[in-house]
């Protein structure tokens, strides 16, 4: 039984960091990918940040500059620096991570919330 565990999310003032982190447990998988994906209410689940285990990663546009993606691959565990917080960040952060074999995995979410 494969599960990740969201950690670090919480109540921010917009400016703030948060640093979210993820592990995988009961795997004895290795991850092609992982990352982080967010929802807000009312809106779609968005792609927010992967990284490969090779260490290529992608961005959403909208957290560009401002967020970190990184992973223990060992570890099997990817965080996410979430620095420069805006309102509109706020949403629940769900990990995400995809076996070698193209299977996805989701963690059950962590809720993060900027106030202005």
């Known amino acids: 039984q494969v599960q990740l565990v969201e950690s670090g999310g919480g109540l921010v003032q917009a400016g703030g960091s948060l640093r979210l982190s993820c592990v995988a447990s009961g795997s004895g998988l290795s991850f092609r990918i992982m990352g982080w994906y967010r929802q807000a209410p009312g809106k779609q689940r968005e792609m927010v940040a992967t990284m490969t285990s090779s260490g290529n990663t992608v961005y959403a546009d909208s957290v560009k500059g401002r967020f970190t993606i990184s992973r223990d691959n060992a570890k099997n565990t990817v965080y996410l620096q979430m620095n420069s917080l805006k309102p509109e960040d706020t949403a629940v952060y769900y990990c995400?991570?995809?076996?070698?074999?193209?299977?996805?995995?989701w963690g059950q979410g962590t809720q993060v919330t900027v106030s202005s």
């Open positions: 995400y991570g995809q076996s070698i074999i193209a299977r996805s995995y």
